[in-house]
Structures are given as C-alpha cells and as structure tokens.
C-alpha cells in the first residue's frame, strides 16, 4: 500500500473521509497499526504517562520522542508518523522549536506536533516554511496542565468557544495542515471543522464532528491502569486480540460511529 502523505490527508478531508490516527512508541505496535489500516501514528509526549508512569508529559525530553519515533518508524512503512515536541523544546524561539523539528524529522517523523494557540502561529510558520508539516493542538493542552488547574474540558464559555475559533483560524493561516482538539464540547469542536478552510480537525474528547479521531493506544486496549477520561474507550471489550480492537477502532471512526454521545461533552 502507498505511504499516507499530507497530501493523502488532505484528500481524505477534501473528501469528507475521516482521518484514523492513534498513538504509537514502538515497532512492533507501529506494524499492529500499520496492519489494522491506522492512518496517521503519532508519537505522543503521552508516553511519559502511558511508558514512563509520570503523572504529567512535562518530563519527557527530546531523547525519549527521538527515540520512540525512530522505533516507530522502523517498524511500518504506510502510516504518516507525527511526532510530539515536548515540553520546553520549541517555546523560546522559531529556532530554537526548527532545531528541535529537525531530530524529530531526522529520527523518521514526517511532522510534528505542538501545544497552543495563536500565540504559537509566529513558530509554526518558521517551521513550515523550512519544509516541517505542522500539526497544532488546542482545548486541553496536557503540557499547560499547571496554567490550567487540572485535566478539564476547556471551551466551555461562550467567550472561551469564541477563543478557539480563532485560535484555529490562526493556526491554520501560519499553516498548520492538522490540529488536535482535546476535551472541547462536541458542538463547539464542530463549529471550529466547519470554520476552517484546509486544516483537518482531530478529535479526542472533542464530538464526532471532526475530521478525524485520536486515541492513547493503551487507552484503546485498556492497559493503562489510571483514571479512564470519559472519551477513552476500551476497544478490548468484546474483542479476542489487540488486532482485532485495533481494527474496530479503526472502522468505527471511518464510519463515524466513534466516539458516541457517552464519550463526548
Ligand atoms: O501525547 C498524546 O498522546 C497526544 C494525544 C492525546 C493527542 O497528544
Ligand atoms: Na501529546
């Protein structure tokens, strides 16, 4: 099968196709993936929650996401991998975040990731001009965990709605080909895809409305041992293998049946 490229997920969005991504640290879950038809794998700075059993992703460090990300891409050929820019590695200047880009993208990512809203469009146009897909992250932003008072849905006011609405428009307009939105009510997520000319919405915790989904794969095959966030869904149950939850996760986001009502705000 040819290699998903931003090109491929462009398309997908043009074409109203949801976008399958899920997160991934090694070979061997990166070609479970890969086989089970995941879109995009991305390195999430979430293994310092899932691998490392930190209680925040501060910690984690540009040797752990180039490491992880070198696993991941040894071990799948088709799926786009995005990479996770972890905390203090890209929030002092363009160049210090381009620097940083390029191990990522040296170590096989094709884009990275980074948490924030317009006050990051200054750096992800830096990046995207120098040849770095970038991926923007709003709503709950796990690295701000401090700033924010805890996990908590964000974009519940009618002033915080508005927020990210153009927070979105400005991430997109510094060029952001993809953005997560996490813990945002699923109305306010729906409204912020359909205000968007080209950049392709990925939710978690944010409706069905989005353009694509993302999970923590340890909260798909329920090994994670901590507190369930309301939008992890335990795709094990009711399967016999991990290929076979995979790959339920994967048709139920294509068919837009996942997440439903129960996982969303
Ligand atoms: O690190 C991660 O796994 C993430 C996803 C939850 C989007 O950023
Ligand atoms: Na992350």
């Given at each position: 099968?040819?290699?998903?490229?931003?090109?491929?997920?462009?398309?997908?969005?043009?074409?109203?196709?949801?976008i399958?991504?899920?997160?991934?640290?090694?070979?061997?879950?990166?070609?479970?993936?890969?086989?089970?038809?995941?879109?995009?794998?991305?390195?999430?700075?979430s293994?310092?929650?899932?691998?490392?059993?930190?209680?925040?992703?501060?910690p984690?460090?540009?040797?752990?996401?180039?490491?992880?990300?070198?696993?991941?891409?040894?071990?799948?050929?088709?799926?786009?991998?995005?990479?996770?820019?972890?905390?203090?590695?890209?929030?002092?200047?363009?160049?210090?975040?381009?620097h940083?880009?390029?191990?990522?993208?040296?170590?096989?990512?094709?884009?990275?990731?980074?948490?924030?809203?317009?006050?990051m469009?200054?750096?992800?146009?830096?990046?995207?001009?120098?040849?770095?897909?970038?991926?923007?992250?709003?709503?709950?932003t796990?690295?701000?965990?401090?700033?924010?008072?805890?996990?908590?849905?964000?974009?519940?006011?009618?002033?915080?709605?508005?927020?990210?609405?153009?927070?979105?428009?400005?991430?997109?307009?510094?060029?952001?080909?993809?953005m997560?939105?996490e813990m945002?009510?699923?109305?306010?997520?729906?409204?912020?895809t359909?205000?968007?000319?080209?950049?392709a919405?990925?939710?978690?915790g944010?409706?069905?409305?989005c353009?694509?989904?993302?999970?923590?794969?340890?909260?798909?095959?329920?090994?994670?041992?901590?507190?369930?966030?309301?939008?992890?869904?335990?795709?094990?149950?009711?399967?016999?293998?991990?290929?076979?939850?995979?790959?339920?996760?994967?048709?139920?986001?294509?068919?837009?049946?996942?997440?439903?009502?129960?996982?969303?705000?």
């Amino acid at each position: 099968q040819k290699p998903v490229t931003l090109t491929t997920l462009g398309k997908m969005r043009a074409d109203g196709e949801k976008i399958v991504m899920l997160t991934g640290y090694d070979a061997s879950f990166a070609a479970l993936l890969e086989r089970c038809g995941v879109d995009v794998i991305l390195v999430g700075d979430s293994l310092g929650n899932v691998l490392q059993g930190q209680k925040t992703t501060l910690p984690v460090t540009m040797e752990h996401m180039v490491y992880h990300t070198e696993c991941v891409a040894r071990g799948c050929h088709r799926p786009f991998i995005v990479a996770d820019m972890p905390f203090g590695s890209y929030h002092e200047t363009p160049e210090q975040a381009m620097h940083n880009a390029a191990r990522l993208m040296a170590a096989g990512a094709q884009m990275v990731k980074l948490e924030g809203g317009a006050f990051m469009a200054d750096t992800i146009r830096f990046l995207v001009e120098r040849g770095v897909p970038v991926c923007a992250h709003i709503g709950l932003t796990p690295q701000s965990v401090n700033q924010l008072g805890g996990y908590r849905v964000q974009g519940r006011t009618d002033a915080g709605a508005a927020r990210l609405k153009a927070d979105a428009i400005a991430l997109e307009q510094a060029g952001a080909a993809l953005m997560v939105m996490e813990m945002v009510p699923a109305a306010v997520a729906g409204e912020v895809t359909r205000s968007l000319q080209s950049m392709a919405t990925i939710g978690i915790g944010a409706g069905a409305d989005c353009d694509g989904q993302v999970l923590v794969l340890h909260d798909l095959i329920g090994v994670f041992p901590g507190r369930k966030a309301r939008f992890a869904k335990n795709f094990m149950e009711g399967a016999h293998s991990i290929d076979e939850a995979v790959t339920r996760y994967v048709e139920d986001v294509r068919a837009g049946v996942f997440p439903a009502p129960e996982h969303c705000y």
